[in-house]
C-alpha cells in the first residue's frame, strides 16, 4: 500500500483549500430541490391539477427534447424531473471541475512536483482528490434526498432521487478524472469532460424525442439514467449500478493511465512547433486569434452539432402535433403547426445562446489566466498598452460566441431546411434568429471583463453568476420570484424568437450593456496593478 | 540627458506589507548597473513600478526621461524587459515567441536572432510548456538581444543557466555595454554584478543602502592585511585599525579605508618582510549591510 503513502495530509489539503466551496456544493442542490418541492405543491396542490400539468408536458416534445420525460405526477416525481437539468449543473460539473482542480490544475501549476518530492505514494494525489470528490457527492446526494424528505415526499422515492444525484456527481467526477489524465492542459480537460456531458445530454434528447430504434440512446447517457431511476414512480435502484459501473470504470482507467504517463505529460506527446513566427503573430489580436483559436474550433463544432441535432428532430414535432387533434385545435388558432415547431426552434436556439454564454465567459476569463501566468507582464512590457492587451481577449471573448452562435443557428436551419425540403427559405431564417441570442451572451463576455478590471479577484465568479442566471432562467418562474429578480439575468430579456415576436429594444439595451461593462472592464484595467505572476 | 532611470523616495505597500521603503536609484545611461538586494527586497517591485505594470504610492520615477506609468507603452518602444521567472505561452514554440515579442517591440534584427540561438544552444521548435527553466530564460534573453533597443532591464536574467550560458550572457552583456546600450542589470549572483557593472545600487528592505562604482563601495569598507613584521605591538589602538590578532611578528587585521594610507606608511616603518592585503569582494561589502558579517558588529 506504499502508494497510497501519504494521503491523509493531502486530503487535510483539499479540505482546507476548498473550505467554502465544498459546503456550498454540498447544501445548495438540497435546498434548490427542496425550494422547487415547495413551489410544485404551492402550483399544483391537487392531484387532478398535477395530472393535467403531466398530461401537458407529456404530449410537448419540445418539452420532453429538453427537460426529459416525466414519469409519475407526484410532487416528488415534478420536482425530480424538472431538476433533472439542474442536476447537471450542481451535481456532474462541479465534479468534474473539483476532479480536475485537484489533479491536473495541481499538476501544471507545479505544486504536483514538490508534493510528490516529499514522502507521498505514487497514487495518493489521484486517490486523495477521488475520495474527497466521491465523499462529496454521497453527502450532496444524501442532502438532496434529506431536502425531498423534509417538504413531506416519501422515503423510497427521496432515497432514490438522493441515489440519482449523487450518481451523476460520481459521473462527473469519473469524467473529470480521467480527461484530466490525457491533457497537459487543465482548460483542455474542462474542455473535454464538459463536451463530454452535453453529448450525454444530447443523447438523451434524441433517444427521447425519436424513440423507436433510437430510443437505445437514451441508455448510454447518464443523464438518460437519472430519469431511468424514476424517483416517485417505480424506484428503479438497479440503475444505480449503472452510476457506479460508469465511476468504478472511468476512475480504474485514470488510475491506469496516471501510472503510464509521466509527470506533467499528458498522454500524448508535444509535437514540435515551427522555428519562426508566421506573419499574423505580430500583434496583440494576433496573439488572442492564435491562443483564442482551439477552443473557438471546440465550442463552434459542438455548438454547430447541437444546432444540427435541434434543426433535424424539428419535424419530429409536427407529426407529434398530428397525433394529438386537441393540441393540433390549439395551434391551428395561433397559427398552425409551424408556430407549435417554432417554439421548439426557440427553445434549441435558446440553449445554443446559452452554451455561448458559457463559451463568452471562458473565453474572457482567459485575460486573468494570463494575467496569473505572468504573460500579461511580458506582453506589456512591449509597447503594447494596456487597452491593446486587454481589448485583444475581450474582442476574441465576443467575436468566437457570436459566431459559435451563428453557426448553431446556420446549423439548425440547414438540418430544418433540408429534412423539410426548405433549405433556401430556413438557412438564413434560422441564422437570422439565431442573431437575437448574441447580446446576451456579449453581456456575459462583458461581466467577465468588468470583474477582471474592476474586481480581479473575483474574476472567476463569473462562474458562478453564469449558474445563478441559468437557474433562474430554469427554476425562476416555478419559485414564483417576481419580474425584477428575474430581471437580473440577460437572458430574461432575449425574445424567444422565432417562436415568439422579435423585439428589438431589449437586444439594443443587452448590447449598450455589454458596451458599458467591456468599457467599464477596460478602464478598471487600465488603473489598477497588472497582479505579480 | 544623462540618467536613463532616476527614481528617487520610491514608495509601495501591499496592505500592511511594505515593498518599497523610500528607494532611490539611478542609472546612468550607457553603464551596466548592478542592481543587488536579496529576496523580497523590493528589485521586482522597483523594475515593476518602471514598465508600469503597478504604481508606485509615492517618490518619483523617471524612465528615459518619461512617466514609467503614464507612458508606459511609448517608453516601452526604447527598452526589453527579461523577467525573473520567465513564463512562456505552453502552445507557442520558443522561435514563435521570440519573433512575436521582436515584432511587438518594433521588429528585430534576423541575422542577430540566428546567431543568438546558435550561442545559447537554443532549439526554437520546442513548445514553451516543453523548456526547462534555464531554456524559458534563453527565448527572453534571445528576444531581448536580438530587438533594437536603448535599454535593457533584466531581472535575474541567469537564474537558470547553466555555467557555460552564463558565460556566454557575460560576454554579450559586455558587447551590449560597448555598443552603447544601457543595462540595469538586477541579481544577487554576485561574482556576475562584479565582472559586469559599472557602478552597484545595494538594496535591503526597500531602501537603498550604497550606490556607486565598486571602487567607491570599496572605498568605504575595510581591506584584510595579514603582515609579517619585527614587531607588530604598534598597531594597537591605530585609528582605522580593527580585528587586531597579533601572533608573534605576524599581525592580521581590517583597516577602514580612509586609513589604508596611514596604515601603510607606518608598517613601512616596522619593517615588512611579507604582506598580502585583500580589497573587499562585493560579497562582503554585500553581506556588511545584512548583518552577517562579524565586521558591522563593531563598526
Sequence with gaps: MSSF???????????????????????????????TAAAFADLYPTDQAREQFATLMAINPGITAFLGPLHGTSIGALTFWRTVIVAVMLAALPGVFLVIRHTRAEEQAGRRELIGSTVVGRHAPLAAALLVTTAWSILMGAGVAAGFLATGQPGAGS??????????????????????????????????????????????????????????????????????????????????????????????????LSTRRDLDAGVWATRPGPATARRGLSSPNGLARRLHRGAFVGWTVGIAAYGVIVGGLGPSMASVLEDNPQLMEIFDRIGGEGVFIDIFLSAGLGFIGLIGAAYAVQAALRLRGEELAGHAETVLSTPVDRMRFAGSHALMASIGPALAILAGGLAAGIAYGVVTDDLAAQAPRLLVAS??????????????????????????????????????????PILGLGQTVMNLSPFTHTPAVPGAPLRVAPLVGLTVAAGGLFAAGLHGFRRRDAAIG | MSNAIEVSGLHKSY?????????????????????????????????????????????????????????????????????????????????????????????????????????????????????????????????????????????????????????????????????????????????????????????????????????????????????????????????????????????????????????????????????????????????????????????
Design chain 1, 159 to 256: 432515497l432514490a432521487t438522493g441515489v440519482a444525484w449523487a450518481g451523476l456527481g460520481l459521473v462527473g467526477v469519473g469524467i473529470g478524472a480521467l480527461t484530466a489524465q490525457l491533457f497537459e492542459n487543465p482548460r483542455t480537460a474542462r474542455g473535454l469532460a464538459g463536451g463530454i456531458l452535453a453529448l450525454a445530454y444530447v443523447l438523451r434528447m434524441v433517444g427521447d424525442v425519436a424513440g423507436g430504434a433510437l430510443g437505445g440512446l437514451s441508455w448510454l447517457s447518464p443523464i438518460g439514467w437519472m430519469h431511468e431511476m424514476r424517483p416517485f414512480a417505480g424506484d428503479r435502484w438497479l440503475v444505480a449500478g449503472l452510476f457506479i459501473g460508469f465511476a468504478a470504470v472511468t476512475t480504474a482507467a485514470a488510475a491506469a
Design chain 1, 5 to 35: 503513502v501519504g494521503i491523509r495530509p493531502l486530503i487535510r489539503l483539499i479540505l482546507r483549500r476548498d473550505r467554502f466551496l465544498l459546503p456550498i456544493l454540498t447544501v445548495l442542490p438540497a435546498v434548490m430541490v427542496g425550494a
Design chain 2, 15 to 299: 496592505g500592511s506589507t511594505v515593498a518599497l521603503d523610500g528607494l532611490d536609484l539611478d542609472v546612468r545611461t550607457g553603464e551596466v548597473h548592478g542592481f543587488l538586494g536579496p529576496n523580497g527586497s523590493g528589485k521586482t517591485t522597483t523594475i515593476r513600478i518602471l514598465l508600469g505594470l503597478i504604481r508606485a504610492d509615492g517618490g518619483r520615477a523617471v524612465l528615459l526621461g518619461g512617466d514609467p506609468w503614464n507612458d508606459a507603452a511609448e517608453l516601452h518602444r526604447r527598452l526589453a524587459y527579461v523577467p525573473g521567472d520567465v513564463s512562456l505561452w505552453p502552445s507557442l514554440s520558443g522561435g514563435e515567441v521570440i519573433d512575436l515579442l521582436g515584432r511587438l517591440r518594433g521588429g528585430l534584427d534576423q541575422k542577430r536572432r540566428a546567431d543568438l540561438i546558435d550561442r545559447f544552444d537554443l532549439d526554437p521548435t520546442k513548445k514553451g510548456r516543453t523548456y526547462s527553466k534555464g531554456n524559458r530564460q534563453k527565448v527572453a534573453l534571445i528576444a531581448a538581444l536580438s530587438s533594437d533597443v536603448e535599454l535593457l532591464i533584466l531581472d535575474e536574467p541567469t537564474a537558470g543557466l547553466d555555467p557555460l550560458m552564463e558565460a556566454t550572457f557575460r560576454e554579450l552583456i559586455v558587447h551590449e555595454r560597448t555598443s552603447g546600450r544601457t543595462v540595469l542589470l538586477a541579481s544577487h549572483i554576485l561574482a556576475e554584478v562584479e565582472a559586469l557593472a559599472d557602478r552597484v545600487s545595494i538594496i535591503r528592505e526597500g531602501r537603498t543602502v550604497e550606490s556607486g562604482t565598486l571602487t567607491e563601495l570599496r572605498h568605504l569598507t575595510r581591506t584584510t592585511v595579514d603582515v609579517v613584521v619585527t614587531s607588530a605591538t604598534s598597531l594597537d589602538g591605530m585609528p582605522g585599525v580593527h580585528d587586531l590578532v597579533i601572533d608573534g611578528n605576524r599581525a592580521r587585521f581590517e583597516v577602514d579605508g580612509k586609513a589604508l594610507g596611514a596604515v601603510m606608511s607606518h608598517l613601512a616603518g616596522l619593517g615588512i618582510e611579507s604582506l598580502i592585503s585583500q580589497p573587499p569582494t562585493l560579497e562582503e561589502l554585500f553581506m556588511r549591510h545584512y548583518g552577517a558579517s562579524p565586521v558591522t558588529q563593531d563598526a
Design chain 1, 435 to 476: 442573431a437575437a441570442y448574441v447580446p446576451a451572451a456579449l453581456v456575459m463576455g462583458a461581466l467577465t471583463v468588468a470583474l477582471f478590471g474592476l474586481l480581479p479577484r473575483a474574476s472567476s465568479w463569473a462562474w458562478a453568476l453564469l449558474i445563478t442566471f441559468l437557474l433562474l432562467g430554469q427554476l425562476g
